[in-house]
């Protein structure tokens, strides 16, 4: 699917200097990017900066001059899915707010139909002045998602409100506002799931279906946690395909540097096992046909979390941390919340004995399916690389996978689980 496309505009005040790392992050993240700068704007860091770290021209200007084309005002409004305003000043807030449209962001602004998102950066008191709280408010109604702005060192040299978020609190929102836009792009998607014969099915169109990915982070300390190596590739790639296919998808996801696919019904983010449990239990309340259980919960959790960073001083030479048991979300939460049509596939990833011990996993926690994985194999690993995997029903093995991409497995797997419920009647 096609990379989500991010119009990053930026207007004049001195947290442009925060734009550059921001546009570098938005593309990290996958996310292509082009930038529309004010007038003002370039005063305080020149078009050519954000030319060389995104590799499009810079709109400047509503009349073909410098980097821009006469109508850039129009192709970059027609090109963007997501228009975010870093930092954005009173006085755009204003004009967009008022429908003005006098310079080449305020225009693109006027001209762009999708969601924007706007990160507020100004003086402490015209932050807090009625018009702008005011103009802040219309644009909310109007659907505007709107993110800080902090509080701390300003320009002017007080300590207050006013303060432009932070790149990565940005790039955060900006990950969640993705998953909602729509599916389609500007590429042609691949092909949806298939049987095992290669025949196109449409299985899984309109199915509900939830997909838990990433690890969890179990809290020592407010800076120290337990986790695993899990980076959520696989549950993002099954997230991806399960909406290429028509489906409706909620994906469950602990702490992920990865993208959020586009198109997903619901995403909702977790950090720790209970969060994580508690999400689950909500998604499958609400209704659910299949639950693909990809996410690497952590086993075990620190008794207590501490509300103050532990000293290594206070610790001594040796540190004992006492662990408990997490909640075994298949095993005690799926169960409560189970219906008699759910189909639930889980995830094993063991490093000796794979088939065997995927196989009484599935017996003991009552799978309709399981995905086993040994990451340390050759042609397997953590994160985006390639992976291999094997498929086990009630009956035995049914597939077994060679080394490649997790996002064609995750293909793979969804066509065969659809093979594998038509064959044997259960729609």
């Given at each position: 699917m096609s990379s989500p496309r991010v119009l990053l505009m930026i207007t004049g005040g001195i947290a442009v200097y925060k734009a550059c790392f921001l546009a570098r992050l938005l593309q990290q993240a996958g996310l292509s990017v082009k930038v529309a700068m004010t007038e003002a704007a370039q005063q305080f860091v020149n078009p050519m900066t954000f030319k060389v770290l995104t590799g499009h021209p810079v709109?400047?200007?509503?009349?073909?001059?410098?980097?821009?084309?006469?109508?850039?005002?129009?192709?970059?409004?027609?090109?963007?899915?997501?228009?975010?305003?870093?930092?954005?000043?009173?006085?755009?807030?204003?004009?967009?707010a008022n429908g003005i449209a006098d310079n080449i962001v305020s225009t693109l602004l006027l001209a762009h139909p999708g969601p924007v998102l706007w990160a507020p950066a100004?003086?402490?008191?015209?932050?807090?002045?009625?018009?702008?709280?005011?103009?802040?408010?219309?644009?909310?109604?109007?659907?505007?998602?709107?993110?800080?702005?902090?509080?701390?060192?300003?320009?002017?040299?007080?300590?207050?409100?006013g303060r432009m978020s932070e790149p990565e609190e940005i790039l955060a929102a900006v990950l969640k506002m993705v998953s909602g836009l729509p599916a389609s792009g500007d590429v042609e998607s691949p092909p949806a799931p298939s049987a095992v014969g290669g025949t196109p099915t449409d299985f899984w169109t309109g199915r509900r279906v939830v997909i838990t990915a990433g690890p969890t982070h179990e809290a020592i300390d407010p800076v120290r946690y337990v986790a695993n190596r899990s980076s959520g590739a696989m549950g993002y790639a099954l997230a991806a395909a399960a909406v290429e296919a028509g489906a409706q998808v909620t994906l469950i996801s602990g702490p992920s540097a990865l993208m959020p696919p586009r198109g997903l019904t619901g995403l909702v983010e977790t950090v720790s096992g209970r969060d994580m449990a508690d999400a689950v239990a909500a998604a499958l309340a609400e209704g659910a046909d299949?639950?693909?259980?990809?996410?690497?919960?952590?086993?075990?959790?620190?008794?207590?979390?501490?509300?103050?960073?532990?000293?290594?001083?206070?610790?001594?030479?040796?540190?004992?941390?006492?662990?408990?048991?997490?909640?075994?979300?298949?095993?005690?939460?799926?169960p409560m919340h189970r219906t008699v049509d759910l189909?639930?596939?889980?995830?094993?990833?063991?490093?000796?004995?794979?088939?065997?011990?995927?196989?009484?996993?599935?017996?003991?926690?009552?799978l309709d399916y399981i995905v086993a994985n040994d990451p340390t194999a050759p042609g397997a690993g953590f994160g985006p690389g390639d992976h291999r995997v094997t498929l086990l029903g009630?009956?035995?093995?049914?597939?077994?996978?060679?080394?490649?991409?997790?996002?064609?497995l995750a293909r793979e797997i969804l066509g065969r689980l659809a093979d594998e419920t038509l064959s044997g009647g259960q729609v």
């Open positions: 709109a400047t200007d509503l009349w073909g001059d410098g980097q821009s084309e006469a109508l850039d005002h129009i192709e970059y409004a027609r090109w963007a899915d997501l228009v975010v305003v870093a930092p954005a000043t009173a006085n755009t807030l204003a004009k967009a100004m003086n402490d008191n015209m932050w807090r002045h009625p018009a702008t709280q005011a103009n802040l408010d219309l644009l909310r109604k109007r659907g505007a998602a709107v993110v800080g702005p902090g509080e701390g060192w300003l320009a002017c040299g007080t300590v207050s409100a299949w639950l693909l259980m990809a996410a690497a919960v952590a086993d075990f959790v620190p008794a207590t979390s501490e509300e103050s960073k532990l000293k290594k001083e206070q610790l001594g030479d040796r540190w004992q941390l006492e662990l408990v048991r997490n909640p075994d979300i298949l095993a005690e939460i799926v189909k639930v596939v889980g995830f094993a990833l063991e490093t000796d004995s794979l088939l065997e011990r995927a196989a009484a996993k599935m017996r003991a926690k009552n009630r009956g035995g093995e049914l597939w077994s996978s060679d080394s490649r991409p997790k996002p064609e």
